[in-house]
């Protein structure tokens, strides 16, 4: 059979069912769609969605040529489980891993269950590996993987070089049921709204020392796709699956005016107005002749009603750290920009940033606090702690400090992720140790305070959560943070 399994196991050990369009699995969509235009069957498995995965994925052995596991970090728990079902009752079938872990570990290939790591993009890649396990051709010919060899060791084969975005197909979303995630909760509209996310580029032209973009490879560069053929996917989409909204799911939707420019023209002389979009974007882009107050009203005339910024800092020193290439001032001045515009945006921020101090965080949650009073349609995600990744100047000063990482993927498997990622504010060892209880506090506290219109929580609990918020705000302005004694308390309720 010409069968090609594609799975997703889930983010964390205690999952909940449950999904929305964010999480639509664009990069295995893409593999299956290249791999069905290639001939093969490809079968995507979402363990995040389909609470019988292991019944389907057995429906499909032993006759399938690879099963292949897309892993982020936190996935590899998971992903080591279904390896090992697989393995179990087909021992034969290839267990091939992609994604940004075993990218970022490619040495992941030494463990019993991973026959082969696909590094970085892998469209063509899985294409080539089929057609070479359909052969019966070795698979040192294939570009793009790491293989382990018991005399050789870890074998690289030829670099595989990054995908052309205008020969990619567009996305098929009939490979999988779409409507088990097109719903998805409209901050702007406090709904649920039709939505699916469409990428429209890959990479980012800029450097940002913490990000992904920047560690993986200088390689991956920032690559667009055509315009027009990019609206008449939108038009497509819209007709095909009746959306309300479609996420622009660039890292960095605004990083050519040009672009933009073309793109709003298009929505225009498509009449998809009535569509809302949702876009990446960054501060230093609101100034005059990029994006100003008459921009705004032109993009809000075309639909969009959502930008998502990385602001990470409210600290100069961070900003400079982390190379982000932006200012607070920058920042505010976005922010208020938009507030007078009726705009919704999302603000990022970071903490726990090796070099960063408590004055550093603390003006971050001022900065969080200027943001939040302009408008109620601010919303914010973090500060999120900083994760360290390989290849990055961050991640060395990291493992000065001590970073105790799992050494292979084993170790990683055996890690307690949950929704938070892989590391606790115990182990941020690159921060001062009595820092490490404010980041903790904030870690909680943040989302409940800032985020105060979009929670809804039972009685006790909002009770509970008004006096949290009082006493954060109290610390806020008098500069306060010594002996959180309201965060014990919590920790103490919940670890109960
Ligand atoms: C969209 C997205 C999501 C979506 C959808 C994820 C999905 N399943 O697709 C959602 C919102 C669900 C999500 C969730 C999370 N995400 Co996320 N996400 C992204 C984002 C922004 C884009 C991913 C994407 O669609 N890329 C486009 C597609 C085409 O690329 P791709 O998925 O990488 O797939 C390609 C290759 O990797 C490869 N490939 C992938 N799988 C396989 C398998 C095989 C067999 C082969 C051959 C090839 C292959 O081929 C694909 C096509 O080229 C990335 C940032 C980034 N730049 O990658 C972060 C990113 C992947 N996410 C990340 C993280 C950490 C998370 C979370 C775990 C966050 C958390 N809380 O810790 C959560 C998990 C949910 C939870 N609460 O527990 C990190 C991963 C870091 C790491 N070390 O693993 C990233 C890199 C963000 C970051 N800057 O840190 N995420
Ligand atoms: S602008 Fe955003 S996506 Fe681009 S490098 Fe910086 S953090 Fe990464």
């Not at 008459?294 to 190379?323: A, T, Y």
């Amino acid at each position: 059979m010409n069968t090609v399994l594609l799975i997703n196991p889930h983010y964390h050990r205690n999952w909940q069912y449950g999904v929305d369009a964010y999480s639509f699995p664009i990069g295995l969509l893409s593999l299956a769609t290249v791999l069905s235009r290639a001939g093969f069957q490809p079968v995507i498995v979402d363990a995040c969605v389909d609470e019988n995965f292991m019944d389907t994925i057995r429906r499909y052995l032993p006759d399938t040529l690879f099963a292949g596991l897309s892993v982020m970090t936190p996935q590899v728990p998971h992903a080591l489980e279904i390896a090992a079902e697989i393995r179990n009752a087909s021992p034969d079938t290839p267990l091939v891993w992609g994604g940004i872990h075993p990218t970022l570990y490619p040495e992941s290939v030494t463990h019993p269950l991973c026959d082969a790591v696909a590094v970085g993009e892998g469209e063509d890649t899985a294409v080539d590996l089929a057609r070479a396990i359909w052969d019966g051709r070795d698979l040192e010919g294939v570009a793009g993987l790491v293989l382990a060899d018991a005399g050789r060791g870890v074998v690289r084969t030829a670099a595989r070089p990054l995908c052309d975005m205008d020969a990619l197909p567009w996305i098929d979303y009939r490979l999988i049921d779409a409507e088990k995630y097109i719903y998805t909760w409209s901050l702007q509209e406090l709904r649920m709204v039709r939505v699916i996310p469409v990428p429209a580029a890959r990479g980012c032209p800029w450097h940002c020392t913490f990000c992904i973009n920047t560690t993986i490879n200088a390689e991956r560069r920032y690559r667009t796709r055509d315009t027009a053929d990019l609206l008449d996917e939108i038009a497509h989409l819209v007709r095909e699956y009746n959306l309300e909204m479609v996420i622009l799911s660039d890292e960095e939707f605004f990083a050519d005016r040009g672009r933009v420019e073309a793109f709003l023209e298009g929505i225009e002389a498509r009449n998809l107005q009535h569509i809302r979009f949702n876009a990446t974007c960054r501060v230093n882009h609101f100034r005059r002749g990029y994006i100003d107050a008459s921009f705004l009203k032109r993009l809000r005339q075309c639909g969009f009603v959502n930008l998502v910024f990385g602001f990470e800092s409210g600290s100069p020193d961070c900003l400079e750290i982390i190379r982000k290439e932006i200012t607070v001032e920058q920042g505010l001045h976005a922010a208020r920009l938009l507030a007078s515009e009726n705009f919704m945006a999302v603000w990022g921020f970071i903490m726990a940033i090796p070099g960063e101090t408590r004055r550093d965080l603390v003006k971050t949650l001022r900065v969080m606090e200027k943001i939040r009073k302009l408008s109620r349609d601010n919303y914010f995600i973090g500060p999120q702690i900083f994760r360290p990744y390989p290849g990055s100047e961050l991640y060395r000063r990291a493992l000065e400090s001590g970073l105790d990482e799992p050494e292979d993927l084993a170790a990683w498997g055996r890690q307690e992720f949950t929704g938070e990622g892989w590391i606790g504010s115990g182990e941020l060892l690159w921060i001062r140790p009595e820092d490490r209880a404010l980041v903790e506090y904030v870690n909680y506290i943040a989302p409940v305070y800032y985020n105060r219109r979009y929670l809804g929580a039972r009685s006790v609990k909002r009770v509970f959560h008004g006096v949290l918020r009082t006493l954060f705000r109290l610390r806020l302005s008098l500069g306060c943070w010594v002996f959180p004694v309201e965060h014990r308390i919590r920790r103490y309720f919940s670890s109960r």
